[in-house]
């Protein structure tokens, strides 16, 4: 079988990458294989990056507020790529009134400070592994 | 001739008393090593303070290398000052916000800027989308400086802007808001980040390449030394370095090797190194393994007073002095839990203050969720005035200097720079080292081992590995809605309505000429800022000549 492929990627104007840096490498040594694509990646780049790499996950990190305007347009250009089974998470600083909206969009597991790699990777795990067998 | 091998008697006491008392009750099973990971012994002694000399290393406050601070009477002459970061929104509610802060006993200001500000994006930019006045204040064109210091008079303030690749274009703002006021460009004080080695290797808000970006640097130096002589032209930083997860030994080398690397380009670009070195300033991190920030604020100021003296041959005083501001771990802050976080920020504010820091930022509680609320932000400052006011460590300069520990540690941080300034100097300098990602390399391995000893319960962080509770009440939180997208967006459309835009594109044509060629770039971003032409404008026209910097993200 083979490897998970995550695509990790920090969306908007944001330089603060230690978070998703940290997440890609623990996925990586945890057996996935990550695409970081690095900062200020639009939607339609990070689209654009999980159907070339034929990706199963896409990890977003956002630290700035900005996840109600791009997490919507990623979860849009997905659908329309015929996308929609790629699994949606994020990471970041995420006021408890979006999360609702951030679910109903379709995005999937919302981590937030102090969550511990291993329940990431536990997550995408479980998440992802059965969507694989399907295919 | 004591034999080499002869016991100190620290080791006589190892053997004598410890031995027998961890056979009975030994000690807890866990790494004792400092949040950077640097191993800790049980007890320092006078042994370990072997070859210290303590005129040569050490010596009185006041005096060469300045170990135990830079003003002979400590705090007893001049507290600190308190200096709270602050901004967001709209440039009016951003205002309000001073105006409270300095009617609670805040001493000075400090601008928080939004990212399309910081990036050099005006809010129409497709980048800007979800981001304008999210994390600092939305500074679109002069209008808008003006409005964020209506009511102050900027003759009579300090202010702090934190701003890095636009430092000079938002700087030129604050000099016409001053001038409009009728203040003195002489007589202003005030400091702007303006560190664009840090942004490379950790933040991560450049615009242009490493060379042209140091050209930008040195133009302010050569400015100020002109025309406003008491402004900071570059503060240092090592506090984003540090939130980036670098160790505190990292943090303090660093920042070190950057302020050397100013130096060098200042007087490479022709500069008296005596005409400029006395406004570098420095911003360290004040994180919460406490002897080991004290020791790194203490090694810093005896590092520099040698850098400047010995490596520079600086002849003034005032160029040897390290000037620094302090602000606590942000990066420490939890979202569990949120009022521990009052308790973290007081114990790191202690740090910085027995390190003898010249001013202070104390993060809000609520920070690990959103931008503070007012009446978070208050906690915070009055966190400060409690230390200042009640504790009593301001009575006495550097209380903690002789203390075996603290010494030992200070000499070791001390080395520890030392040997990361001579694999940088051997890269070539720290423009090269960035070229190459080597400090971006130390950081990012540096963080991830942070991470693993988190996980593995190595470090304990109270309310998130362990202690934790479950259904915690929610705190307050301040939310910023999209409406200052949509007013900054409206008004930058009035403003390229209203303003001469023959003027505009003049200036800014006048902007790139000089980057063109070797002129000082401060003198035409003036003319563009009198001009009401924007930040994105202005950062475009110098694109337009330079680039832009893009990074090879690794993991």
């Not at chain 2, 203040?183 to 005030?190: E, M, N, R, V």
Request: glycine residues 8%; charged residues 25%.
């Amino acid at each position: 079988m083979r490897k998970i492929r995550v695509v990790i990627a920090k969306p908007g104007l944001d330089g603060h990458d230690r978070g998703a840096k940290v997440i890609a490498r623990a996925l990586r040594d945890a057996g996935m294989e990550v695409i970081y694509m690095g900062l200020r990646q639009t939607p339609e780049q990070i689209v654009g990056a999980a159907l070339q790499e034929d990706a199963d996950a896409i990890g977003l990190s956002i630290l700035s507020g900005a996840h109600m305007h791009i997490c919507p347009r990623v979860m849009e250009l997905l659908k329309e790529k015929g996308l929609d089974d790629v699994m949606v998470v994020i990471g970041g600083i995420i006021p408890d009134v979006d999360i609702p909206k951030l679910r109903d969009i379709g995005i999937k597991g919302i981590f937030l400070p102090g969550t511990p790699m291993q329940h990431i990777i536990t997550y995408i795990n479980d998440n992802v592994r059965p969507r694989m067998e399907q295919v | 001739m004591k034999s080499l091998t002869a016991e100190t008697d620290k080791q006589r006491w190892e053997r004598e008393v410890v031995e027998p008392t961890l056979k009975k009750s030994p000690e807890r099973d866990i790494p004792f090593t400092t949040i950077s990971g640097r191993p800790i012994e049980r007890l320092y002694t006078s042994d370990d303070l072997a070859g210290l000399d303590y005129q040569r290393d050490i010596n009185n406050p006041g005096e060469f290398p300045y170990t135990r601070g830079i003003h002979p009477t400590g705090y007893r002459g001049k507290l600190w000052t308190m200096r709270q970061f602050a901004g967001f929104g709209m440039p009016e509610e951003t205002n309000e916000r001073y105006k409270t802060l300095l009617k609670a006993g805040g001493t000075g200001l400090s601008v928080a800027f939004d990212l399309p500000t910081l990036m050099g994006r005006d809010p129409d930019h497709e980048l800007s989308l979800g981001e304008v006045g999210k994390c600092g204040v939305s500074i679109v064109s002069l209008a808008d400086m003006e409005r964020l210091f209506d009511g102050i008079r900027l003759g009579d303030i300090t202010t702090s802007m934190t701003i890095n690749s636009p430092a000079s274009m938002i700087f030129a703002m604050y000099l016409v808001v001053a001038e409009k006021q009728g203040a003195d460009w002489s007589k202003l004080s005030g400091t702007i980040q303006n560190d664009i080695l840090k942004e490379f290797i950790a933040q991560k808000e450049y615009i242009y390449p490493p060379r042209e970006s140091m050209r930008l640097v040195t133009d302010v130096f050569a400015f100020c030394s002109k025309e406003v002589p008491r402004w900071n032209t570059v503060s240092v930083s090592g506090y984003h370095i540090r939130e980036a997860g670098s160790t505190s030994l990292q943090e303090l080398a660093f920042t070190l090797r950057d302020g050397i690397e100013y130096v060098q380009y200042g007087m490479d670009a022709g500069l008296d190194v005596d005409d400029f070195a006395p406004r570098i300033s420095f911003f360290f991190n004040s994180h919460s393994d406490f002897f080991e920030e004290i020791a790194k604020f203490r090694a810093a100021r005896r590092l520099w007073a040698d850098v400047m003296r010995d490596r520079f041959g600086a002849k003034h005083e005032r160029s040897w002095k390290l000037r620094f501001h302090t602000q606590t771990a942000g990066v420490s802050l939890t979202a569990q839990q949120p009022y521990n976080n009052v308790v973290r920020t007081a114990l790191q504010a202690l740090a910085a203050v027995l390190g003898g820091t010249n001013s202070l930022h104390t993060n809000s509680l609520d920070e690990a969720l959103a931008l503070p609320t007012a009446e978070a932000a208050t906690l915070a400052l009055r966190t400060q005035q409690v230390i200042a006011y009640e504790s009593g460590v301001t009575n006495i300069v550097d209380p903690l200097g002789g203390s075996y520990f603290i010494e030992r540690l200070t000499s070791d941080m001390e080395q520890g720079a030392r040997d990361y300034f001579q694999t940088i100097d051997r890269l070539g300098g720290m423009v090269e080292a960035i070229e190459e990602g080597y400090p971006q390399r130390e950081i990012a391995e540096a963080s991830y081992k942070f991470q693993q000893a988190v996980e593995a319960r190595d470090k304990i962080i109270v309310g998130v590995n362990d202690f934790v509770q479950e259904d915690e009440p929610p705190v307050p939180i301040l939310y910023i809605d999209e409406s200052t997208a949509e007013k900054q967006l409206s008004r930058l459309e009035q403003l390229r309505k209203t303003r001469d835009n023959d003027q505009v594109r003049r200036s800014l044509e006048a902007l790139r000429e000089t980057a063109r060629g070797t002129g000082n770039t401060m003198y035409p971003l003036l003319d563009c800022v009198r001009a009401y032409a924007t930040v994105g404008e202005m950062c475009d026209a110098l694109r337009d000549v330079w680039g832009e910097y893009e990074e090879v993200p690794l993991i």
